[in-house]
């Protein structure tokens, strides 16, 4: 089926922080959709349709947010969607509301996807004992750390991986204003000092908790030519599922990432991402997803990502920057993360990304994975029509 | 304007009434008599412990005969648990572990002791602590904790499928 072009052509996002006391759900999403119609040159009235996202309802503790955002985003009389898939949700959104312009349905979409973590407690909300099992379960950290035991086993990477990638995503978080954590004083040494929080997941290893949205304008193709700025062009999109648990399931490299990259990459046209795809903005909530996403997306040989790592090629001057942004490691709000990693990609290829734009980026990737590494969604964008 | 009042905290709890259904019935009846038992799917033939929703996730077919797993076991993965949260009822630090149970193809999670942290093994093998008999529900809780079964380790090629 040929399906229409559709850009990004406009990004807003807030200051991730900790605690926006001074704003509810409803005031931080309009401050995201204020800033990204701003930077399209576009008001409320223009938009045809809405679709929002954000995490389950039981991390903040506030049911169906959508019937009090409404209002807020001027609503009346428009589609609005919403959509679930867990943590990859902000990636998901942005592809259904990109599918509503390819379709031909809407020319201008408006996306959104938001998290306000200060309004409830994500550790409990992740952490509730299922009846009749022994309640050993302690969040996401608890979920993640045994698996990434297995990937450290099974690839044999020295115990500094984690803290390596921390470092980098901390200190590229520098340049990002948006960023929530603004650390400079961490080194590798230092960080191998960080205290065990779920062994082997050290503290400065994890995604701090955040508040913070993200939206994002998309048009169609006779829209967006019609439009002076710069533009991310949608190239091709891709989701996958498959079962939290099963027997036999790879658990460290998931079918459903391997299957949902080579769509992705297939419909962009791309053979060889290493050398087609010049930044990445990746959803690692803990630094050990990096060589593992690295290994499971088709960057790097299997057993091999960590020394992608250990090598600098994912440092912003390596050959496949990763996380320029600092990632989901620099700002947790979680809902937004997944769609943060897709406006970051298209930030790259507009030459928008300020002090952590990589020079030249013409192709990006924006990926995320929710629930048990069980949902994935991914964007392939360029600065070109495809 | 009341004084600067910018958020109240408001706990809301949920009552919930488990249906277990068909498929799980006979894992909770197994535990509440001490034994474990699982359910082997009729396609794939692989043993599910817990049988869960009673239906096989790559097939999608009921799952079939039971098979009593277990007791003992391999442990696959762990993580060593140091974070406090609202909500916990195991002192930190602890281990919790996937444990493959012996006759099973999946692993389950539980609690390992008797053993410090710093001692636990992929690949260690394990039993289980039941609690007093007249404390049993139909529950995993029944058994209390996972503890070194002083078996050599088993290879890692053995379990390294099911990470």
């Not at chain 1, 509730?128 to 045994?146: C, K, T």
């Not at chain 1, 984690?162 to 204003?177: C, H, I, T, W, Y």
């Not at chain 1, 298209?346 to 980026?361: D, F, N, P, T």
């Not at chain 2, 600067?4 to 259904?21: C, F, H, K, N, V």
């Amino acid at each position: 089926m040929a399906l229409n072009r559709c850009a990004v052509v406009g990004v807003g996002q807030t200051n991730h922080t900790s605690c926006r006391a001074d704003v509810s759900i409803a005031g931080l999403v309009r401050e995201a959709v204020d800033r990204a119609l701003l930077d399209a040159n576009m008001t409320l009235a223009d938009i045809d349709a809405i679709v929002i996202g954000k995490a389950p309802d039981m991390l903040e503790g506030i049911m169906m947010p959508e019937l009090w955002l409404t209002d807020s985003l001027a609503a009346s009389g428009k589609p609005l969607f919403r959509v679930h898939t867990a943590g990859s949700v902000g990636g998901s959104t942005a592809i259904v509301a990109a599918q509503h312009v390819m379709s031909g349905l809407h020319k201008r979409v408006l996306t959104i996807a938001f998290e306000k973590q200060s309004d409830g407690n994500a550790m409990w909300a992740l952490s509730v004992p299922l009846p009749f099992s022994m309640p050993v379960h302690a969040g996401a950290g608890g979920y993640f750390s045994p698996i990434i035991r297995s990937y450290i086993r099974r690839s044999g990477s020295p115990s500094h991986i984690g803290a390596m990638v921390a470092v980098k995503d901390r200190s590229n978080a520098l340049k990002n204003p948006y960023a929530h954590l603004h650390e400079d004083h961490w080194t590798l040494e230092k960080a191998m000092e960080s205290p065990m929080l779920w062994d082997p997941i050290r503290f400065v290893e994890t995604c701090p908790s955040s508040d913070g949205a993200i939206a994002l304008v998309l048009a169609s193709e006779d829209v967006a030519d019609k439009m002076p700025g710069k533009k991310a062009w949608v190239h091709s999109t891709a989701m996958r599922s498959e079962p939290t648990m099963f027997a036999g399931r790879n658990q460290v490299s998931p079918r459903a990432g391997e299957m949902c990259a080579e769509d992705v990459f297939r419909k962009a046209g791309i053979t060889n991402p290493l050398k087609e795809i010049d930044v990445v903005e990746m959803y690692v909530p803990f630094s050990w997803f990096e060589p593992m996403w690295l290994e499971n997306i088709g960057f790097a040989p299997k057993d091999q990502g960590w020394r992608f790592v250990e090598d600098g090629v994912t440092e912003m001057t390596g050959k496949l920057p990763v996380n320029a942004s600092g990632g989901v490691l620099s700002s947790n709000p979680i809902g937004a993360s997944g769609m943060l990693r897709f406006g970051e990609a298209a930030l790259q290829v507009m030459g928008k990304a300020g002090e952590h734009q990589i020079e030249g980026a013409r192709t990006a990737l924006g990926h995320a994975y929710g629930g048990g590494s069980q949902f994935f969604a991914m964007w392939v964008v360029g600065s070109e029509k495809n | 304007m009341a004084d600067d009042i910018l958020r109240i905290r408001t706990p809301i709890g949920i009552d919930y009434t488990w249906s277990s259904g068909p498929g799980s019935v006979g894992y909770m009846r197994g535990l509440e008599n001490g034994k474990l038992l699982g359910r082997r799917c009729p396609v794939c033939e692989l043993v599910y412990f817990p049988p869960r929703n009673g239906v096989c996730p790559r097939c999608g077919v009921l799952l079939a005969d039971e098979v009593e797993v277990g007791p003992r076991g391999t442990i696959t993965t762990f993580c060593v648990v140091n974070v406090p949260f609202l909500g916990q009822t195991i002192k930190i630090p602890y281990v919790a572990a996937t444990i493959l149970l012996d006759g099973a193809d999946i692993g389950m999670q539980h609690l390992i002791q008797e053993c410090e942290a710093a001692d636990v093994r992929m690949g260690m093998r394990v039993e289980p602590v039941w609690r007093d008999k007249s404390l049993w529900t139909p529950s995993l809780e029944n058994i209390m904790y996972y503890k070194p079964s002083d078996e050599p380790d088993a290879d890692f090629d053995v379990y390294a499928r099911h990470l």
